[in-house]
RNA sequence: GGGGGCGUAGCUCAGUCGGUAGAGCAUCGGCCUUUUAAGCCGCUGGUCGGAGGUUCGAGUCCUCCCGCCCUCACCA
């Protein structure tokens, strides 16, 4: 593209170069960042001379007359020049206001002192440019009012946005905090289990046989084995293998894919933590899980307590803990226990005037009473606890009650943040619930699962009792963010390609 | 995939009943040596998402297409 601020741009490259200055240097220094800078200048004495040598991006430029004042921007925040035609000269002076833009990367070097109205500034006494912008950036205006920041004509586009995150997290520093905090949390539950004594590992994302969720996968080739591989709809089956081998406790950081619909809470990519603790049960996993997060939120937020979307949410356990079953009586009226058959129960649900999905199975009833009439409500953190096994294959039945299996899945903010159970070790039961799974679900339904033989095998060689837990990590964020769409803590959200 | 909404200058947005396409900021030119949404004066800048249609005349009405947003469905 050529526009004419385009066009004006190239002429100024071309200027700064016949000034014999390379608009794209290799090497640039610095002495001090912008916060540096200023806290080296209060922190000295009152004649002492600081002199700095700073760098950044253009991101205001006001010219007065034969001076002019300028922030730079870097990653620690903002940072005003004062740039007088006396100090530099005349030809320097003009070149910076002619040649010089908003978005291009500079250095400069010269000494601190504070203005009338009390900024503490950079008298620059030479320049550099760094990196010459050759597009201009959205034009965001800023203004200080009584401490806060008021955002002008804000570049707030959501295609726009998306579509170009690099010009988003350039010009919105609110967007570039979201991301420091996401790999703060991230950083925080490595810290967590790593001191746990739990091994970080990675399998593969490429898989034969995908497994460890419901979910319809991407198809992709390996042209060489002649085959078709499937990128990985959970890590689980994976996992649980390295517990044959002897590991006790293992978990993974990574991305999982989901060939399925994009909303608010979902995206086709989105990463996962899962780990698997041998010799623990649900009951120690939700132990863990409470006092991982809130380890979490304090690292990361400074206390327990956060908002999320005008409402404070607490994480200091003990978090509430609600048999599934009673949470839907209490929400419904409906207690599932009491209709035993996926038809007494879907007649149960119509009498109470609640819409039940075509051709479901009887745990597909209750998971939809469950998403639909529960979820919402839940913004404390919870753990509703004992599922349904026929949508659980993969979890050990409860002892006292053949008809539930020891799983749990945690609620916060009206969004399902993590799932977890005791695992099923018997290879002959898993087997069993594979086949079972083969019939639940019609020959052409893509969450039909191929049966993973290699899984069992390694089954059979032994697999110690063990508790398992999977978290979405993007969910995470957007909480402790105060982020209503996932798309606003991943980097590059999927779009559709836009053909240039 | 169904339903609804939207797409106008680099950015944020107006555009009435179908009658020559506008504003602020940015850009460009001028003034201004402690400003900070700096200020003042002036000038530019448009395939109105794309294609077709109706009409003397379409940003506006119709059809199809593309993209984004919301919502429903799907989603251990």
């Given amino acids: 593209m050529t526009d004419r601020l385009t066009q004006v741009r190239l002429q100024k490259l071309d200027r700064i170069r016949k000034e014999g200055l390379d608009p794209y240097p290799a090497r640039a220094s610095r002495s001090h960042t912008s916060i540096a800078a200023a806290e080296a200048f209060e922190a000295a004495a009152k004649d002492e001379e600081v002199r700095v040598t700073v760098a950044g991006r253009l991101r205001s430029i006001r010219e007065m007359g034969r001076t002019a004042f300028v922030h730079i921007e870097d990653n620690d925040g903002r940072l005003q020049l004062y740039l007088r035609e006396d100090e530099l000269g005349l030809d320097k002076f003009d070149l910076f206001l002619e040649a010089f833009d908003l978005g291009d990367f500079i250095q400069a070097e010269g000494e601190m002192f504070r203005t009338r109205t009390g900024e503490v500034t950079v008298r620059v006494e030479s320049f550099l440019m760094l990196s010459k912008a050759i597009y201009p950036l959205p034009a965001v205006k800023e203004e200080v009012v009584n401490d806060e920041i ?29 991301f420091r905090t996401r790999a703060r949390i991230i950083d925080a539950l490595r810290q967590y289990l790593n001191n746990l004594g739990f091994l970080e590992v990675e399998t593969p994302v490429l898989q034969t046989i995908y497994g460890g969720a419901a979910a319809e996968p991407f198809v992709t080739h390996h042209n060489q084995l002649h085959r078709d591989l499937y990128l990985r709809i959970s890590f689980e089956l994976y996992l649980k293998r390295l517990l044959v081998g002897g590991f006790e406790r293992v978990y993974e950081i990574g991305k999982d894919f989901r060939n399925e619909g994009v909303d608010r809470i979902h995206q086709p990519e989105f990463t996962q933590l899962e780990f698997y603790m041998a010799y623990a049960d649900y009951r120690v996993v939700m132990d863990v899980t409470e006092d991982m997060i809130t380890y979490t939120v304090e690292e990361v937020l400074g206390g327990t307590q956060f908002e999320y979307q005008g409402q404070t949410i607490d994480v200091t356990p003990p978090w509430g803990r609600i048999e599934l079953r009673a949470a839907i009586a209490e929400q419904t009226g409906i207690d599932y226990a009491e209709h035993k058959s996926e038809k007494a129960l879907r007649k149960a649900i119509l009498k109470a005037g609640i819409e039940a999905p075509e051709e479901a199975s009887r745990g597909k009833l209750i998971e939809h009473l469950l998403d639909h009439h529960v979820v919402p409500e839940i913004i404390q953190p919870t753990f509703l606890y004992d599922y349904p096994r026929d949508i659980s294959p993969l979890v050990k039945a409860n002892p006292d009650n053949p008809e539930s299996v020891e799983r749990f899945e945690g609620f916060v903010a009206g969004m399902e943040i993590c799932n977890a159970f005791t695992e099923l070790n018997d290879p002959l039961e898993q087997e069993q619930r594979f086949l079972e799974m083969g019939r639940t679900y019609e020959e052409d339904d893509v969450n039909r699962h191929p049966l993973d033989e290699d899984y069992l095998r390694a089954m059979r060689y032994g697999m110690p009792p063990n508790g398992g837990f999977g978290m979405g990590i993007d969910r995470l964020t957007m909480l402790l963010t105060d982020r209503p769409f996932i798309r606003e803590v991943i980097l590059f959200p999927h779009l559709r390609a836009k053909e240039y």
């Fill in 150 to 178: 008021v955002i002008h004509s804000a570049f707030d586009n959501p295609e726009a946005r998306y579509r170009e995150r690099y010009a988003d997290l350039a010009v919105n520093p609110e967007i570039r905090d979201v």
